[in-house]
């Protein structure tokens, strides 16, 4: 069984139309979409870590 195998699959989100879309609101769109992206890499570097630490506990 692989790590991916546990974690929760979810459909992808639908992509937004960027041409009906201003220059206003595209900049407040890819603010969102960088505050997401950093809350994403954080969440990834804390699995590491929690997963890096799991995998000491069973070194030899």
Excluded: C, H
Aim: charged content about 40%; overall charge negative; glycine content about 4%.
């Amino acid at each position: 069984m692989e790590l991916e195998d546990l974690e929760p699959r979810k459909k992808a989100p639908k992509v937004k139309d960027l041409e009906v879309m201003g220059v206003e609101e595209l900049e407040e769109y890819l603010a969102e979409l960088e505050t997401e992206a950093t809350r994403v890499k954080e969440k990834i570097a804390a699995k590491k870590a929690y997963l890096s630490g799991a995998a000491g506990l069973f070194k030899t």
